[in-house]
């Protein structure tokens, strides 16, 4: 049945997280499914498939290949989660090249201890096996020598063809982006070449990347065209003989792995351009035809393989020359503004096509006018025969003068269209430079001081002491808080102001702790409004100590902590070290909309670029939030300050993961801030 290879973006982290952490806890695991969001409100369509993929997990015996189980689940498991890749039949399994050992991870080196009995493979031997691992670092490793080492190029180039290629490092740099590695595995979705919607898909279909089935369809396509004009064969006929029969269910195709009243490949959505014929199998006729002459250049044919392909074959040319114009009409109504979505380079393609076509056509129509002009000399001057050729010759004159004047316009057209996409990929620096400039003095007005957190690796000097995580400060006479069960919360941050530059609006002095639940959601309410739960608060508590008592003689001792098997994001204790900064909002926080306008206005380069210069990321008191997913406020960025932000911070020394790399934000009204009521402070996480 062939390979049918996906790439999938993903860390160990997230392999832990979303599969050996939760494949015997189905409730904590639907709970991470909600977080992420895989399904639409009120369907639990793909979260079911990934408890599913869990079960399946949780059956696998040792006496089982692991590549052919759990590690092909865990590919499906991403692909709910997340964006992936496909390409056919082309792995870095199939590389048998020891230039591209270094690059790779073995699965021995990831998983838990309990998983290391299976037989392991680390490569795809079979269909539905997961193949090669490549960790982040590696990813960065492999696309700085792809670009530099001509040897790593080649090889890779060769491998996965040029097409296919182009795939590969697409999935690559998205996996850098996302700061994750790279999983491939085969049999996660199975293209229908002939139907991409009746693709057969075990994780979820809209989570694949279009571009690698579509270049399989065009592939097969090519092959069966070819195929039929070889062997007088009706495509119509074979198409209908190899597809398989439509299925008809009222909501859901659990085989299929998706909805079957979606489309996954939207023609009129996705490719509303390409109906008109930029998409190579509507031009597929204009191939086979351009074949024939050895180039895609009718103007490079000789004279007589030019007539002979008019004369029998002018039906097809006509129809190819009006797909052209169609397509050339289709650029100039939308005045080059959307043409972003096409890729540049297949654009490029298809424009020195429509115009070698009208060139070609309009050669075509004069050499014929030659041709009969020459005939008449030789044959004779009958009077009807001069009538006879006075009239085609005229028909053919004015084809060949309209053909012309067209030729004109497409290629005033084809040097306009070409003059843009050059302009797509070469926009200055001196351009990128003044539209950050712009950007950065529309937000000064909005900078904010804030106190930068960063937690250290050696443990709290007192009880009162500034930390993350580790027991609280806490006086004897004071309930601990606790949520309606009884059970108490635990602490992940504790701030001293007097141990940190001052900060205008908060206290000079006390201490500011930050209470969590550990339970499925860290403590978050999900279902109910904030009123609601700032009269009856269960997943969280913001305390404060307005006078600090510096004698652990009156402090309790005998408090919670965390314990290591816990699931907060962190189990342990860390000093903190403050520095007071100044930042503008970034395009996450949506005071940025409020101040610089849409951040989309801009080109790619530009929206790269300030994402860089502008980030809130990290752990901090006050200042311009950050998000994994999105501001959660809906406009109500004014009402609501940042309070405290607790980023995941994670290296040799320390441990601090908010889910997937994720961050939590505590929020407060102003008013409330000054008189020092942290009685009403929003809680919110999410995470990638």
Same mark, same amino acid.
């Not at 999983?183 to 809209?206: H, I, K, Q, R, W």
């Given at each position: 049945m062939g390979y049918d290879i996906s790439f999938h973006p993903i860390s160990e982290e997230q392999i832990q997280a979303w599969y050996f952490d939760v494949i015997g806890n189905h409730h904590r695991a639907r709970e991470i499914a909600k977080v992420h969001g895989v399904d639409k409100e009120g369907e639990d369509f793909y979260e079911n498939k990934y408890i599913e993929m869990l079960t399946l997990g949780k059956e696998a015996t040792a006496e089982e290949d692991f590549d052919n189980t759990h590690g092909y689940y865990i590919a499906n498991v991403q692909g709910i989660f997340e964006k992936y890749f496909y390409l056919r039949g082309a792995a870095f399994s199939f590389i048998a090249s =020891?230039?591209? *050992?270094?690059?790779?991870?073995?699965w021995e080196e990831i998983i838990p201890n309990d +998983?290391? !009995?299976?037989? /392991? @493979?680390?490569?795809?031997?079979?269909?539905?096996?997961?193949?090669?691992?490549? =960790?982040?670092?590696?990813?960065?490793q492999l696309l700085e020598d792809y670009a530099n080492n001509e040897e790593i190029k080649t090889l890779l180039n060769k491998e996965f063809l040029s097409a296919g290629v182009e795939i590969i490092i697409e999935a690559l740099h998205f996996a850098k982006e996302q700061g994750v590695g790279l999983? @491939?595995? !085969?049999?996660?979705? @199975?293209?229908?070449?002939? !139907?991409?919607? @009746?693709?057969?898909?075990?994780?979820?279909?809209?989570n694949c990347d279009i571009k690698?089935?579509?270049? +399989?369809?065009k592939i097969a396509k090519k092959q069966m065209d070819a195929f039929a004009k070889e062997s007088d064969v009706d495509i119509e006929d074979m198409e209908k003989k190899m597809l398989r029969v439509e299925y008809e269910v009222e909501e859901e195709d659990e085989d299929d792995g998706y909805h079957a009243d979606e489309l996954w490949y939207d023609e009129e959505e996705y490719d509303k351009f390409y109906e008109e014929g930029i998409?190579?199998?509507?031009?597929? *006729?204009?191939?086979?035809?351009?074949?024939? /002459?050895?180039?895609?250049?009718?103007?490079?044919?000789?004279?007589?393989? $030019?007539?002979?392909?008019?004369?029998? $074959?002018g039906k097809q040319l006509k129809e190819a020359e009006t797909t052209a114009l169609k397509m050339k009409m289709l650029f100039m109504h939308h005045d080059f503004e959307n043409i972003e979505i096409l890729d540049k380079e297949e654009t490029a393609e298809y424009a020195k096509k429509v115009f070698h076509i009208a060139k070609g056509l309009n050669s075509i129509h004069f050499e014929i006018s030659i041709m009969l002009f020459s005939a008449y000399m030789m044959i004779g001057k009958s009077s009807f025969f001069l009538w006879f050729w006075i009239f085609i010759f005229g028909l053919n004159l004015k084809r060949a003068l309209d053909s012309f004047s067209e030729s004109k316009e497409v290629t005033l057209w084809y040097d306009r269209l070409m003059s843009h996409l050059e302009s797509m990929d070469n926009i200055s620096q001196k351009e990128v430079d003044s539209s950050i400039a712009e950007i950065k003095e529309k937000l000064t007005p909005y900078a904010k001081e804030m106190i930068s957190i960063t937690p250290q690796a050696e443990k709290p000097a007192f009880l009162w002491s500034s930390k993350f995580g580790g027991h609280p400060y806490w006086t004897k006479e004071r309930d601990y808080p606790a949520n309606a069960k009884g059970n108490p919360l635990y602490m992940i941050a504790q701030l001293n102001f007097a141990e940190m530059p001052d900060l205008e609006g908060y206290p000079k002095e006390g201490i500011l702790q930050f209470f969590i639940a550990d339970d499925n959601l860290l403590g978050l309410t999900l279902d109910k409004n904030p009123e609601e739960i700032f009269k009856d =608060?269960?997943?969280? $508590?913001?305390?404060?100590?307005?006078?600090?008592?510096? !004698?652990e003689a009156l402090l309790e001792k005998n408090l919670p902590t965390v314990n290591e098997n816990s699931s907060m994001p962190l189990t342990k204790a860390y000093a903190l070290k403050f520095i007071k900064k100044e930042e503008f909002p970034s395009p996450s926080d949506c005071m940025y909309e409020v101040a610089a306008g849409d951040i989309y206005d801009y080109s790619d380069d530009v929206v790269d670029t300030l994402w860089e210069e502008v980030c809130n990321d990290g752990s901090k008191l006050g200042g311009y939030a950050n998000f994994a997913q999105e501001d959660p406020r809906y406009g109500m960025c004014k009402k609501w300050q940042l309070l405290f932000q607790m980023d995941s911070d994670y290296d040799e020394d320390i441990e601090i993961m908010w889910g997937d790399s994720g961050v939590a934000n505590f929020f407060i009204e102003p008013e409330h801030l000054k008189v020092r009521d942290f009685s009403r402070v929003l809680y919110n996480w999410d995470c990638h």
């Open positions: =020891p230039l591209m *050992e270094p690059y790779y991870k073995k +998983y290391r !009995d299976y037989t /392991i @493979e680390n490569k795809i031997v079979d269909n539905y096996y997961s193949g090669k691992f490549i =960790p982040y670092s590696k990813v960065c999983l @491939e595995a !085969d049999g996660v979705m @199975e293209p229908n070449p002939l !139907d991409l919607n @009746e693709s057969t898909c075990y994780s979820n279909l809209f690698g089935p579509l270049l +399989y369809e998409e190579l199998y509507g031009l597929n *006729e204009l191939d086979l035809l351009l074949d024939e /002459i050895d180039e895609h250049n009718i103007l490079k044919a000789p004279w007589y393989k $030019r007539l002979r392909l008019f004369f029998f $074959r =608060p269960q997943g969280y $508590r913001v305390i404060y100590h307005e006078k600090v008592v510096k !004698d």
